[in-house]
């Protein structure tokens, strides 16, 4: 390890935030032990996550929560208490080494306007992930990936240096899980702030591997659920009050018109998802 690693590496908290997932901890421990100063929120997993990050991870601080307040308000929680001058948000299911958070912080320290500095996240097939983009209204995600230092509209939240200290970014808990990232991102553009891409740090990111829940059928209609219902709040607070009920009719028809073509096929994953998904753009608070 270069001989700069730790002091640099003294400058930041790891965040992490777990639900149901004992299956990550034992990678989780070895990812995280150069790293001196870790937070995990546990999001009321029964299957002793908690226990297992008290065994594996005995320096660091866990905190289990009661009931599952979802994404945002776990990771709200740890940064509540972070006192370095950044926090690095990870997902238990990425994975990045020490030169790369170093690559990070060397972004921050290069453009201090920036709130967010991400890196590129790769699948485990060792394939770029698009992990990033303007704002979707505007133009979607698309080409190649980053070749430099890029600022950007959002980033994904799976691996981001926030930047601490007299800034105070929290995620709007409005958002029990998926657009929190993006709503976040919004608001720091909105702030005259940038969020960075710094391909030169790269992290490996398994999608959608940090929860197991007793089940997957229950797993995948709760993805589907708040996917849809955060989209719509999203719109609403971002876009347009008629923009948010348009997308909120468009969701009901097609919605339903994918869950009756799923139930024809016979797999039920795909058929929980779509419920799901149907469930949450009913549900979600739409301006009338």
């Not at 940064?79 to 690559?103: G, K, R, S, Y």
Request: charged share 20%.
């Amino acid at each position: 390890m270069n001989v700069q690693l730790p002091e640099l590496l003294q400058r930041l908290t790891v965040v992490a935030v777990t639900h149901h997932s004992a299956h990550c901890v034992a990678d989780m421990a070895r990812t995280l032990a150069p790293f001196p100063h870790v937070t995990v929120v546990d999001n009321a997993s029964d299957d002793h996550t908690p226990a297992l990050l008290r065994q594996q991870l005995p320096y660091a601080t866990v905190l289990p929560l009661p009931e599952n307040l979802g994404f945002g308000a776990a990771n709200n929680h740890a940064l509540d208490q972070v006192t370095t001058p950044f926090a690095l948000l990870l997902n238990p299911d990425c994975h990045i080494t020490p030169e790369a958070v170093a690559a990070l912080i060397a972004a921050a320290d290069a453009y201090p306007d920036a709130a967010i500095v991400a890196p590129q996240l790769w699948g485990d097939g060792q394939k770029p992930q698009l992990n990033y983009g303007w704002l979707r209204w505007h133009w979607g995600a698309r080409g190649p990936g980053a070749t430099g230092p890029l600022c950007v509209g959002h980033a994904c939240a799976a691996a981001w240096l926030l930047r601490c200290g007299a800034d105070r970014w929290r995620f709007d808990t409005d958002f029990f899980l998926y657009y929190e990232d993006e709503d976040l991102c919004a608001r720091v553009l909105q702030a005259r702030r940038s969020v960075l891409i710094e391909p030169a740090a790269q992290a490996i990111h398994a999608n959608r591997g940090s929860v197991k829940g007793k089940s997957v059928l229950r797993s995948e209609w709760r993805r589907g659920y708040h996917h849809s219902r955060s989209k719509i709040l999203f719109m609403s607070k971002h876009r347009s009050p008629e923009q948010a009920r348009r997308t909120r009719w468009r969701g009901l028809w097609l919605g339903g018109l994918e869950l009756v073509i799923r139930l024809l096929t016979l797999q039920p994953r795909l058929i929980a998802r779509s419920a799901g998904r149907w469930a949450g753009t009913w549900s979600a608070p739409c301006p009338h």
